[in-house]
């Protein structure tokens, strides 16, 4: 069936530096949901992607869709210690398609 | 309620007892999500419900898994004659419609 696989698992950074996640799928995605879950929370949605190659920005992070629907990213620029915890996408397929979280880039900053 | 809420939060369950679990979605919602995250991992798909027509039950593991929405607002998971690869967290989520996911604290099943 359809992954969802997301890259790095793991990535230590230095407070400052950036940040990217990839998301890939080997099949078309249908829309991509990004979440941040913290060490003990719950995931809590950042944002949506609809479009072929759609950019949405909020503050530091940019996120990106693809333009064959097949990818996505989040970039995080000049983390802080408070982008700490795991990010996952999601191919949010709708009532006719797919529920599918990718295994999720789990961020350390060392401040 | 300002958010979806579930409980219990933790629940410790001998092997092959039943448990029941609940969710709370926002007031209003019409959809309502339940996933399985197990540790280092992202959430699974379980089970959808549009008020109370459940849609999709695809990713339910099996037939011990129940899931229902009677009224169309509070959902319940049930899982009979628990097994120890059943211990996870149990996520719920609600949406307006099929936009943001809110998601609650979850639920901590530990099978023993």
């Known amino acids: 069936g359809q992954q969802v696989m997301q890259i790095p698992q793991y990535q230590h950074v230095q407070e400052g530096e950036d940040f990217t996640t990839y998301c890939n799928s080997s099949?078309?995605?249908?829309?991509i949901q990004w979440y941040k879950q913290r060490p003990g929370g719950h995931p809590v949605f950042l944002i949506q992607l609809v479009k072929s190659g759609e950019v949405k920005k909020q503050k530091r992070l940019t996120f990106q869709f693809g333009e064959a629907k097949k990818n996505s990213s989040l970039h995080i620029t000049a983390t802080q210690t408070t982008d700490v915890g795991t990010y996952f996408c999601?191919?949010?397929?709708?009532?006719?398609?797919?529920?599918?979280f990718g295994k999720g880039t789990k961020l350390s900053v060392k401040p | 309620g300002a958010g979806v809420s579930q409980s219990p939060r933790y629940k410790v369950a001998k092997r092959g007892q039943d448990v029941a679990l609940r969710c709370d979605p926002i007031?209003?919602?019409?959809?309502l999500f339940w996933y399985q995250q197990a540790l280092g991992q992202g959430p699974e798909f379980l089970t959808y419900?549009?008020?109370?027509?459940?849609?999709?039950k695809s990713g339910l593991p099996s037939d011990r898994f129940f899931a229902e929405r009677p009224e169309g607002s509070v959902s319940t998971l049930k899982i009979q004659r628990t097994q120890q690869e059943d211990s996870a967290v149990y996520l719920c989520?609600?949406?307006?419609?099929?936009?943001?996911?809110?998601f609650g604290p979850g639920t901590r099943l530990t099978v023993l």
């Open positions: 989520a609600s949406s307006l419609m099929w936009d943001t996911q809110y």
């Open positions: 999601e191919d949010y397929g709708g009532s006719q398609g797919n529920l599918i």
């Open positions: 419900f549009q008020n109370e027509a459940q849609l999709d």
């Open positions: 099949t078309t995605l249908s829309n």
């Open positions: 007031s209003g919602h019409v959809s």
